[in-house]
């Protein structure tokens, strides 16, 4: 096990390489350059357009606001906590400036995933919607066997990073929490996943439109508070992560010190991982949204960046940075990371803090599970037809409870290469339909100018 645990490290290694991360943020600059900075002058309005605006007569199957929550499931939770403090532990804090810089243009990547994913979306026999990357590489790039590649890597990852990881960090966190048996975690979550699941994306817009809002408002609160206890400790946080950015952290404490690229590997690395933007997965659930112009949806779906890394991961980083828990040792003796790292940070401000992190983990997790479940099944009928949704659904909830029961370290390094290896097609496809994106945006913005127009005109 340990000779399969070393080749995927190997392997992980090679695909979040510096050639994955570098196109990453090439698309980024491209796309943020081709709509002229999109994520600056509209993010106030994508906000108000997730929250305030709904299109219920237009095409689709859920609302702005459910889209967007579908979205967040799959991002924020455990990449924005565990995510955020192994990036640094082992990079520094400068990796939390590294994960702002790949949010920035990630907002323009994210904007460009869901216009094509609006744009070249289509009805299935159900009467639903269906679009994502593998519609837009064959319908739009020409290159089906790009779609058909994304699609069978998506309906794999789906199965790790989506589902057994999540049931597993719940199983975990139950059974160190209140000593229940991963065996009833496992049942509980088949029970709770299979209800919405059976049900499609309707019933997890729903669902997830509910517990999204109510588990990152709770989470964004205790990280607040933390930093508020610590407010004078922040202007030297911010300091240390912008000078350790561009020189590397020397040794604290336990902690051994970081150099430059490592900052920025891991914190572009994780950054990607904690919102999505490049790796496809979030404009499967754009496609759904009803909307009346792909720009429209294509805001939300850019917000959904600023939330994740811009809110909650920066809360996360500076929940560590001012508690001064970097470096320290656990009542093991072994340096805090991941999660003890996070878990040791409220703890050192609020009694049980540690407790409310993993009381947060939970529903992070369960919604992450319903999230990718719908990128999985949709993947799927893009392969084999509607007649594949059913059994997916059922094959998925049958792995909700093996994930919660066995040791699944071979699946995490399985899971993140398939994270990286999803990204490479969906990032061509972005390359060379940026033209089509730069097109949308112009019919988009002047949608807006005439309707701004016209709601001037009926106030005068």
């Known amino acids: 096990m340990d000779k399969v645990q070393e080749v995927l490290d190997a392997i992980n290694n090679i695909v979040w390489g510096p050639p994955l991360l570098i196109l990453m943020i090439v698309v980024g600059v491209l796309l943020t350059f081709r709509l002229r900075g999109v994520q600056i002058r509209h993010l106030v309005y994508a906000h108000k357009l997730a929250f305030m605006r709904d299109d219920g007569k237009a095409e689709g199957d859920i609302s702005h606001f459910q889209a967007l929550m579908t979205a967040l499931a799959a991002t924020i939770g455990i990449g924005s906590i565990t995510?955020?403090?192994?990036a640094i532990a082992i990079?520094?804090?400068?990796?939390?400036?590294?994960?702002?810089?790949?949010?920035?243009?990630?907002?323009?990547?994210?904007?460009?995933?869901?216009?094509?994913?609006?744009?070249?979306?289509?009805?299935?026999?159900?009467?639903?919607?269906?679009?994502?990357?593998?519609?837009?590489?064959?319908?739009?790039?020409?290159?089906?066997?790009?779609?058909?590649?994304?699609?069978?890597?998506?309906?794999?990852?789906?199965?790790?990073?989506?589902?057994?990881?999540?049931?597993?960090?719940?199983?975990?966190?139950?059974?160190?929490?209140?000593?229940?048996?991963?065996?009833?975690?496992?049942?509980?979550?088949?029970?709770?996943?299979?209800?919405p699941l059976i049900g499609g994306i309707k019933s997890i817009g729903n669902v997830v439109g509910i517990l999204v809002p109510a588990m990152a408002v709770f989470y964004i609160c205790i990280s607040l508070g933390v930093?508020?206890?610590?407010?004078?400790?922040?202007?030297?946080?911010?300091?240390?992560?912008?000078?350790?950015?561009?020189?590397?952290?020397?040794?604290?404490?336990?902690?051994?010190?970081?150099?430059?690229?490592?900052?920025?590997?891991?914190?572009?690395?994780?950054?990607?991982?904690?919102?999505?933007?490049?790796?496809?997965?979030?404009?499967?659930?754009?496609?759904?949204?009803?909307?009346?112009?792909?720009?429209?949806?294509?805001?939300?779906?850019?917000?959904?960046?600023f939330i994740t890394t811009g809110i909650v991961c920066t809360l996360t980083g500076l929940a560590i940075a001012t508690t001064g828990v970097l470096g320290g040792v656990g009542s093991t003796g072994e340096l805090l990371d991941g999660s003890a790292l996070a878990l040791a940070a409220f703890d050192s401000v609020f009694p049980y803090g540690g407790l409310m992190v993993t009381l947060a983990i939970i529903p992070f997790a369960y919604s992450t599970i319903l999230g990718w479940a719908y990128y999985g099944e949709k993947s799927m009928e893009y392969l084999f037809g509607i007649?594949?949704?059913?059994?997916?659904?059922?094959?998925?909830?049958?792995?909700?409870?093996?994930?919660?029961?066995?040791?699944?370290?071979?699946?995490?390094?399985?899971?993140?290469?398939?994270?990286?290896?999803?990204?490479?097609?969906?990032?061509?496809?972005?390359?060379?339909?940026?033209?089509?994106?730069?097109?949308?945006?112009?019919?988009?913005?002047g949608l807006l100018k005439r309707e701004r127009e016209e709601s001037t005109a009926k106030e005068t």
């Open 387 to 445: 007649k594949a949704i059913i059994p997916y659904r059922l094959m998925f909830i049958v792995f909700v409870f093996i994930g919660s029961v066995l040791n699944l370290q071979v699946v995490w390094g399985f899971s993140n290469i398939m994270n990286g290896l999803m990204a490479f097609p969906n990032l061509i496809g972005l390359l060379f339909l940026s033209g089509v994106v730069a097109k949308e945006t112009v019919l988009f913005e």
């Open 83 to 86: 995510g955020v403090s192994t």
């Open 91 to 195: 990079g520094g804090l400068g990796a939390l400036f590294w994960m702002w810089v790949a949010a920035f243009f990630g907002m323009a990547t994210k904007y460009a995933e869901a216009v094509l994913a609006i744009k070249y979306r289509e009805l299935d026999s159900n009467n639903q919607m269906c679009g994502g990357p593998m519609y837009y590489l064959e319908k739009g790039l020409k290159a089906k066997w790009l779609g058909v590649i994304f699609a069978i890597l998506a309906a794999i990852t789906a199965f790790g990073t989506g589902n057994m990881v999540q049931s597993n960090s719940v199983a975990g966190a139950m059974l160190e929490t209140f000593s229940v048996s991963p065996f009833i975690t496992g049942i509980a979550l088949v029970i709770l996943c299979a209800v």
């Open 227 to 305: 930093v508020l206890v610590n407010i004078a400790y922040v202007p030297k946080a911010f300091g240390m992560i912008f000078k350790t950015a561009f020189s590397g952290q020397a040794a604290v404490g336990g902690f051994v010190g970081s150099s430059v690229m490592l900052a920025i590997q891991l914190g572009i690395s994780r950054g990607v991982f904690s919102s999505e933007a490049g790796l496809g997965s979030s404009p499967i659930a754009a496609a759904a949204a009803k909307t009346d112009s792909p720009g429209r949806q294509a805001l939300v779906s850019m917000s959904s960046v």
